[in-house]
């Protein structure tokens, strides 16, 4: 997805410990025009004061082996510069084990979805009264191994009814989002919920916050698993209550099912 | 596990200059950061290896 930003005038480089034959091979492999810089031995990633001095405890714990060269492993980081070089942007991982999908960094920088997205994955509310559908679609037709990736849902909810914002009073169910099942370890982070929008009914004291018409969400998926785990089979839901102005239906929840494959490895 | 704001904390700071680096690329080649950059805005993406 970074050629993206190139095409944007933005100078991509990305910075590992890897050797240059080994950067060739993954560039050959994934189709990389931008620069990656070889910092072998780590020396840049010290001076930039990045290196991940934590990363042997954290192996030591998963039991995993750490080779000698891989001390040298910089925190997953990515820096904005701007025209005159200054740092404009830093963007972090709390978890090191993750890292972002370059779709992420292009939504962020240029505000525009990243071409090339997965399937859709439609639901909708199944019933008489069937008022509330989902589209949804991964930011990326497969995934890396610890990568995180932007699944996509729309809501839509049909005129007249609305459901209710992560905040409701005690009594009502709000809209929530939940991986049902999947593998261990791909997991949903924390959602930066849309603006919901204060609703009054005439006679109550109690505001809502609501939704109504098209809500946009991006979950945020986190593929916190091996290499060579294959496709991933998810199944989310998505739990509301519909109410009108004067009548408000049982709690009720649409399906999404997604599967997701693991890219090719280099 | 080590809290956000740690992290955040690490790496060139926000409103300086990014350091000059020089270091080859996967031809080979050297590579100056900034003189490749030009005039151009840049994003420098630390990541762990493309081995493993």
Avoid at chain 1, 104 to 122: H, Q, S
Avoid at chain 1, 185 to 209: K, T
Avoid at chain 2, 33 to 42: I, T
């Amino acid at each position: 997805m970074l050629p993206i930003l190139e095409r944007a005038g933005y100078a991509v480089f990305a910075i590992s410990y890897d050797r240059p034959p080994d950067l060739a091979a993954f560039a050959a492999a994934h189709h990389v025009g931008y620069a990656l810089l070889s910092d072998e031995g780590s020396r840049v990633i010290r001076e930039l004061g990045v290196l991940d001095e934590a990363l042997a405890a954290h192996q030591a714990a998963f039991g995993v082996t750490v080779r000698p060269e891989q001390l040298g492993v910089a925190y997953p980081m990515t820096f904005v510069l701007d025209e005159t070089g200054r740092v404009e942007r830093k963007i972090v991982e709390a978890n090191y084990r993750l890292r972002n999908g370059g779709h992420w960094l292009v939504e962020e920088l240029l505000g525009e979805a990243a071409d090339e997205p997965g399937p859709r994955i439609e639901a909708t509310t199944t019933g008489p009264l069937a008022i509330v559908s989902g589209r949804a679609w991964l930011d990326s037709p497969s995934y890396f191994p610890y990568q995180r990736l932007g699944l996509h849902l729309e809501l839509s909810v049909a005129p007249g009814w609305h459901v209710y914002g992560p905040v409701v009073p005690v009594g009502y169910t709000a809209l929530k989002i939940d991986v049902v099942s999947g593998p261990e370890g791909v997991r949903m982070g924390p959602i930066a919920w849309p603006e919901a929008a204060p609703f009054r009914i005439a006679g109550l004291a109690e505001e809502f916050s609501v939704y109504e018409g098209t809500v946009a969400i991006t979950l945020p998926l986190e593929f916190t698993i091996p290499r060579n785990s294959g496709v991933v089979r998810l199944e989310i839901a998505v739990h509301f209550q519909t109410c009108s102005v004067t009548e408000c239906l049982p709690p009720n929840e649409i399906s999404l099912t997604l599967a997701v494959p693991e890219a090719p490895v280099p | 596990m080590t809290v956000e704001s740690d992290y955040r904390d690490r790496g060139p700071t926000i409103g300086r200059p990014f350091p000059d680096v020089r270091l080859p690329d996967q031809h080979g080649t050297m590579v100056d950061l900034h003189e490749h950059r030009g005039r151009r805005r840049a994003v420098v993406v630390l990541y762990r290896s493309a081995v493993w």
